[in-house]
């Protein structure tokens, strides 16, 4: 979905579900370390609500452990492992059949990501940009 013109319109939904796995909160993993010392795992709500054992792994992103990181290049590419991990359930579910993720760094506090998809009916490929940016240390 997205705003054009103050109206809402609706793709094809691909673009969707990209921008949901990217920048929703997974839960962290137990060896994950959290930003500023914390304790909260976060995670969204929604995967405790599994309606099967055949459903899709949980939905989100680790991004979010970026977040008061230092914008270096190891820090840019665990952003482009955590952005792969999240969007990698759709090459498993046939939604798509070749899936790349590049990250770059925009200046000190940005995070670019580019999500190059190849989809199972045809050779053409898709990209999708995204910028993240929060609160990253300087």
Known sequence: MAVVDGRLVTDDGLRTAIEISLFTDARARE?????????DPRGWWGN??????????ELGSRLWLLERE??????????????AD???WLKRAGIVSDLVVIAVALGRTTLALGVEVERPEGP??????????ASLAV
Do not use: C, H, Q
């Open 124 to 133: 053409s490929r898709d990209r999708f940009d995204f910028v993240w940016e």
């Open 70 to 83: 230092k914008l270096t290049a190891a820090n840019v590419e665990r952003g482009r492992t955590y952005a």
């Open 48 to 57: 405790a609500f599994r309606p099967s054992e055949d459903a899709p792994e």
């Open 86 to 88: 999240a969007l990698a």
């Open 31 to 39: 060896d994950d370390p959290l930003p500023d010392n914390g304790a």
